[in-house]
């Protein structure tokens, strides 16, 4: 692979799979589309995204087609600003919807262990997320979004929803976005049920209280 010995050129991200870290960018100017992989990004823990600007250096590969290198992001301030709010909110809605599940178990309304399983769960869906994104990154077997998916049906959704913002992970294909939620109402709606009068007697069938 040569450099060639040319200024770094601009460009726009028209695809990206995130899923496997990769994309093409389309040159200001015109051109053939350059491939770019994750690991060309010069920072990492970089999260491209469709329509991101970046500028790069652009190499051959040993059958000549365009490969960006040291790629770096040209985002506008608006952009910069709008991830921060972003991550903030899913922090505040997972926390909020663990502590209303603390008060209700404080009111009597639900045993500890449920409130248990939501911990637990949101921890490991958050360390399943983690997992798959280094995965992504090097290329390495994926979990598969059945797993994930399942994991946030179970309880873990408050853990995904933290990971889908603070790791760049899984935030932006519209399916799995779009699966998740379904998960998310599913999740919720069982919990309702246990709320209901119904509801209470089996947990109190189940655990043995009075």
Excluded at 15 to 42: E, L, M, R, T
Excluded at 48 to 63: C, F, G, H, R, W
Excluded at 171 to 189: I, Y
């Amino acid at each position: 692979m040569r450099i060639q010995k040319t200024p770094r050129y601009q460009g726009k991200i028209t695809s990206w799979k995130a899923d496997q870290g990769f994309g093409f960018i389309a040159q200001n100017g015109g051109g053939p589309a350059v491939f770019a992989h994750i690991k060309s990004f010069a920072i990492r823990g970089i999260r491209p995204a469709e329509n991101d600007i970046v500028t790069y250096q652009l190499t051959i590969n040993k059958n000549g087609q365009p490969r960006a290198e040291n790629v770096a992001l040209v985002r506008d301030g608006a952009s910069r600003q709008a991830r921060p709010h972003t991550r903030t909110g899913a922090l505040v809605a997972a926390t909020g919807f663990l502590s209303l599940m603390a008060v209700f178990v404080l009111a009597g309304e639900l045993p500890l262990l449920v409130l248990g399983v939501y911990l637990g769960a949101s921890v490991i869906t958050f360390i399943a997320y983690a997992v798959d994104k280094s995965a992504a990154r090097n290329n390495h077997r994926r979990t598969r979004e059945s797993t994930l998916h399942a994991l946030g049906l179970v309880g873990g959704w408050p853990g995904a929803l933290v990971a889908q913002q603070v790791l760049r992970h899984k935030s932006k294909k519209q399916s799995f976005r779009t699966a998740f939620w379904l998960t998310v109402v599913v999740n919720c709606g069982a919990l309702g049920s246990l709320l209901t009068s119904q509801g209470a007697s089996a947990l109190r069938s189940i655990f043995g209280s009075a």
